[in-house]
Nanobody, 116 residues
Framework: VQLQASGGGAVQAGGSLRLSCAAS????????MGWYRQAPGHQRELVADIDSGGAALYADSAKGRFTISRVNAKNMVYLQMNALTAEDTAVYYC???????????WGQGTLVTVSS
């Protein structure tokens, strides 16, 4: 299983970034895909996830600013992040969880740095 996250970078507060995660080695449409983040000195936390049917769940901090989406035919999941703030600075990880059985895989992370 490989989850290849990309799209991180440095942006000024108020800016936008779009993260992408390419999945391989899984039956993509049988997995819930998610984005998590970990800031320095903090635990990894859920940002958003999306199930195989397209139902999305967002952390309160992401609601109204971030949008998670997936394209099952391409084994891709995206996170559109708008109105970024310094508090969004973190390493963002893509995660896959199999709907039956719960097996979980993590990508390598992509760094997002927001300057105020």
């Amino acid at each position: 299983v490989q989850l290849q996250a990309s799209g991180g970078g440095a942006v000024q507060a108020g800016g936008s970034l779009r993260l992408s995660c390419a999945a391989s080695g899984i039956v993509f449409n049988s997995n819930t895909m998610g984005w998590y983040r970990q800031a320095p000195g903090h635990q990894r936390e859920l940002v958003a996830d999306i199930d195989s049917g397209g139902a999305a769940l967002y952390a309160d901090s992401a609601k109204g600013r971030f949008t998670i989406s997936r394209v099952n035919a391409k084994n891709m999941v995206y996170l559109q992040m708008n109105a970024l703030t310094a508090e969004d600075t973190a390493v963002y990880y893509c995660r896959s969880r199999r709907d039956i059985g719960g097996d979980t895989w993590w990508g390598q992370g992509t760094l997002v740095t927001v300057s105020s």
